[in-house]
């Protein structure tokens, strides 16, 4: 087996599925006696990642402004004196400033590239389908990048779905009862009161308009519950904040909707969820928060396209609504309250140690 050193390069290293694949193909490739490299603005993943034995380097290799281009020659200097075999790109900006860096090095390593979303289609975005081999995350994710790029030939695909760590997030797993209590004390969350979360970075994109609006109807329809909203602001979207708030206000749900913030274990609001929710109203390449909470036997509702909908297709398919559709939404909440939300099966085809041994195995066929 070859040594490798493998270079990740990302926008930044903050909260994000981009960023949790990032961090734990690093972690599989140091404890496979690899070294692992990571390129990007840095992030609150920094710390936890060098601690495991990766290295990271500071660079702005996805700021969208024209400076990024002077980390051109930054990152092909770091490429040639770490020795670098293979350069993954996980995003496109950063793809682009790695495949500029990398035509003047002879040999140029290998270059991988992720496809995590499901992209607009462009010659922009088209740098993603020039890897030597490209990863894709989901049956939803590869189909789409195919129909669009007819340059992409399947022999260059590798269908690698993201993975859930089965030690992280167990099957039925409950909380102990003075946990719970805290938990539900720091939200003011009242006991015997249904608890609905809606997990992930809060975006115009992810569902909380509708997550809102649906807290509303549950209202008027003298259905009592919380509405948790798990995860943080996009620094650069305050007016959305603005305008989710002022909509709060308006429809009068300001004590049933709480922001619980970042979580790092965030699998302790899912074991207190009595619903967990996947509401993006464009399609996702992959559904993590729905794996992760179905892998802990919660019960997901989720909008039937991408990966969010190839993941409860799979495993739950129970949850699944029309995309957008507000009145099925509220029903099938209605009914999950009402008379008991269906059996979340102990299945899960979507396991981390799958995807970090496919994944390193796909660099030692490159290098080897």
């Known amino acids: 087996m070859t040594r490798l050193t493998v270079m990740q390069v990302l926008p930044a290293l903050d909260s994000g599925g981009v960023e949790r694949g990032t961090f734990e193909i690093a972690e599989a ?42 980390t051109v020659n930054r990152l092909r200097h770091l490429i040639e004196g770490q020795h670098v075999h293979i350069v993954h790109a996980r995003s496109r900006l950063p793809a682009w400033i790695a495949w500029r860096a990398m035509r003047s090095i002879d040999p140029r390593p290998k270059f991988v590239t992720t496809l995590h979303g499901l992209n607009s ?11 030597d081999r490209v990863i894709a995350v989901s049956e939803s994710s590869m189909n789409y990048w195919l129909s669009h790029y007819p340059d992409l030939t399947a022999d260059r695909v590798e269908l690698i779905f993201r993975g859930i760590d089965s030690e992280q997030f167990p099957f039925g797993a409950k909380l102990k009862p003075e946990k719970a209590q805290q938990i539900r004390q720091s939200l003011e969350l009242p006991e015997g009161i249904p608890v609905l979360t809606l997990p992930g970075r809060i975006t115009e994109r992810k569902g909380h308009k509708d997550f809102v609006n649906l807290t509303a109807r549950l209202k008027v329809e003298g ?10 602001f ?13 909509r709060i206000d308006r429809l009068d749900v300001r004590d049933r909707v709480i922001f619980a913030g970042h979580r790092d274990q965030v699998r302790n609001i899912y074991a207190l969820s009595d619903i967990v929710y996947c509401l993006s109203t464009r399609p996702e390449s992959f559904g993590r928060t729905a794996a992760e909470a179905l892998a802990m036997g919660r019960p997901v509702i989720g909008y039937d396209h991408g990966g969010v909908g190839e993941v409860l297709g799979n495993l739950y398919p129970e949850g699944l609504v029309p995309v957008g559709d507000q009145r099925a939404l509220l029903e099938k909440t209605e009914a999950f309250l009402a008379n008991g939300a269906p059996e979340v099966p102990d299945r899960q085809p979507y396991l981390k140690s799958e995807m970090q041994s496919r994944t390193l195995a796909l660099y030692q066929s490159l290098v080897g």
């Open 121 to 131: 289609v462009s010659r922009y975005s088209g740098i993603m389908t020039r890897g």
């Open 234 to 246: 996009k620094k650069t979207r305050s007016d959305f904040k603005r305008r989710l708030d002022d």
């Open 29 to 70: 490739l140091v404890r496979a006696g690899h070294r692992s490299l990571v390129v990007s603005a840095g992030g609150m993943l920094v710390a936890p990642l060098e601690a495991t034995g990766s290295r990271h380097f500071k660079l702005p290799v996805g700021e969208k402004s024209p400076r990024v281009l002077t």
């Open 223 to 232: 259905v009592d519950c919380r509405s948790l909203v798990v995860g943080d």
